[in-house]
């Protein structure tokens, strides 16, 4: 790109920025607020999210798009979709020679008809128990690398444009241990099959940004200081890792990080020059009614804004949104309902503390809202007053 030709630009820019200061400093009390931020506004989630330029998302599951509450309620209230199931390797890629794209392909026309981005979940998830037998069986490391290779590239090529994020690993370590995975890669490639799938899919799709996904590291915590260690060494060593997910899965009074925690760990992720998602939030309650619910909404407004108040952090996805399709139903049984919507698709406390929470971060964004933009601005002109003495 040619720079020279950029330079006039920019300072016709800067010109204009301090024109309408100059305006704007005498009348800054009637700078307006985003809409969003009015007092009786009534934003979607998304509207806000949007707004305020970060992720609100919900994993979805093809099958239930055909049904015409699920289908509004997503498209309404989330910018972003990710693949519940469908991108994993056994799904997507189930034989060597056989790709089975269409439940995905599903959830990317859906994406692209209603103007959302993904993220994209997984290209490989460490549990052995994840990984297709015929993967497992690799003969050798050359095998297991092309095998690798064909797999990330293929997938990562198909939805570059709607993917905007992958988890190129999900679920490094051993869930409630600090060690890594015993799985086939880490048997033939060593520890450094992490940092050849990140290779991988970086020249696959260069505008991507790749995320390290792990459950259950959203405090400082032992578990959290062996992911910390992994991220950093990634780091140093120079692989293209721009993010950290981290799940989110909430059980109220058992997996219960505090806002603080969670607010350390995602300014020791920011302090390597990381961004940082809650990739899969949910909260499983042991009872509904109202005063879980309530209780329930303080959970995500603490965990939430812990995230959004932070500049690092680039947005929440949650896992599903109604409590009538969640995978705790499935796990834990019935009544856990973890999710911001019920399941008539209406709306819960925890989804006004979410809402909350987002309207937080959009007031936080100084050229979205007036009082921020008047501050700005007169800084604008006193630095220029200050150059011109
Ligand atoms: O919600 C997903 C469920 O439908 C699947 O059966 C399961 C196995 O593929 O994966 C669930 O999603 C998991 C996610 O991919 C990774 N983090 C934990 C999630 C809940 O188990």
Known sequence: ??????????????????????????????????????AGASCSLREIATAAGVRIGAAAQPANLSEPLYAETLAREFNSITAENQMKWPEIHPAEANYDFAPADALVAFAQANDMTMRGHTLLWANPLRIPAWVSA??????????LENHIETVVTRYAGTVDSWDVINEPLQNFSSDLYDNVFLDLLGEDYIAE??????????????FLNEVLVEEPNARFDAFYDLVAGLVADGVPIHGVGLQGHIVA??????????????EAFADLGLVVEITE??????????????????????????????????????WGFTDAHTWINGTFGPG??????????????????????????????????????????????????????
């Not at 799938?197 to 790749?210: K, R, S």
């Not at 939430?304 to 947005?315: P, W």
């Not at 937080?360 to 800084?379: C, K, S």
């Open 197 to 210: 799938a990140f290779h991988i899919a970086h020249a696959a799709d260069p505008t991507a940004e790749l």
């Open 336 to 389: 856990r309902v973890p999710l911001p919507f019920d399941e008539e698709y209406l709306p819960k406390p925890a989804y006004d503390a979410a809402r909350q929470a987002l309207l937080g971060r959009l007031a936080a964004v100084p050229e979205l809202n007036g009082l921020a933009l008047a501050a700005m601005i007169a800084f604008a002109v006193a630095a220029g007053a200050r150059r011109r003495r």
């Open 1 to 38: 790109m040619d720079h020279q030709h950029l330079a006039p630009i920019g300072r016709t820019a800067a010109g204009a920025l301090l024109a309408i200061g100059f305006l704007a400093a005498g009348s800054a009390d009637a700078l307006p607020l985003h809409p969003c931020l009015e």
């Open 281 to 318: 939030f949910d909260v499983t309650m042991s009872a509904n009614g109202p005063a879980a619910l309530e209780i329930q909404a303080g959970i995500y407004a603490e965990l939430l804004s812990a995230c959004l108040d932070l500049a690092a952090c680039r947005g929440i996805t949650f």
């Open 253 to 266: 009074g058992i997996i219960q990080p505090g806002g603080i925690g969670l607010r350390e760990v995602i």
């Open 138 to 147: 690799a003969p050798d490391a050359e095998t297991l690398r092309a095998w």
